[in-house]
């Protein structure tokens, strides 16, 4: 399991030539809009306020990169589906964040966060597949998992099971801490691999 010794929010990229240089491996985080991304992060890394650190005007449309244990970059994706923005802009975050996802050689795993209040969107069907078929390492992480009851969570985690053909779900509250243990878990068995084993995305 990773232990976070030290985080620290390096920059906010608007195009890959804007992402960091270097070749430590990458963790991405991504979901629909208002899903907890920012609760997630703070919460992984017991920085509080972390996820905002980069925050400025127009900061969701960009990526964002925080340097963890200055080994490897956790990384902010922006919130699709639904968003208090232009339509201009939601249609441009598709491009970067595909552009990212696919031509990223440091991306070790991708980390799909749904809200386990709902059924998966069309949008979280969406991504999983794209995921999938390009042969990008992912879990999916059910988030606000406080707000519902036990009965409630299990359901959500067949329900999510089935909707997104995954066996890998990780049940996650930003309040309780529950599932921050295994995601960090998961996370540190993505990064150990070998770095010169790269995937070959389609």
């Known amino acids: 399991m990773v232990k976070i010794s030290s985080t620290r929010f390096v920059k906010s990229a608007a195009r890959p030539d804007d992402f960091p240089r270097d070749q430590r491996p990458e963790i991405a985080f991504c979901g629909r809009s208002n899903v907890g ?5 703070n919460t992984l890394t017991n ?4 996820a905002r650190t980069s925050s400025s005007p127009g900061r969701t449309q960009t990526i964002n990169f925080f340097l963890i244990n200055d080994s490897m970059y956790f990384v902010d994706l922006p919130g699709y589906g639904y968003a208090k923005v232009s339509k201009k802009v939601r249609e441009g975050w598709g491009p970067m964040i595909e552009d990212y996802l696919r031509n990223r050689e440091q991306l070790e795993l991708a980390v799909m966060l749904v809200d386990s209040r709902m059924a998966p969107t069309d949008s979280d069907v969406t991504m999983k ?15 606000k998992t406080d707000k519902i009851s036990g009965n409630q969570l299990y359901q959500a985690l067949r329900q999510g099971a089935k ?7 990780i049940a996650f509250s ?7 243990d295994e995601l960090l878990a998961r996370i540190g068995a993505a990064t150990t691999s070998d770095p010169t084993v790269r995937k070959t995305h389609l």
């Open 163 to 169: 909707t997104l053909n995954t066996k890998e779900i």
């Open 37 to 41: 991304k920012s609760s997630l992060l």
């Open 174 to 180: 930003a309040v309780t801490g529950a599932g921050k």
């Open 129 to 143: 597949k794209w995921l999938d078929y390009r042969r990008i390492p992912n879990t999916v992480v059910l988030t």
């Open 47 to 50: 920085v509080r306020g972390l």
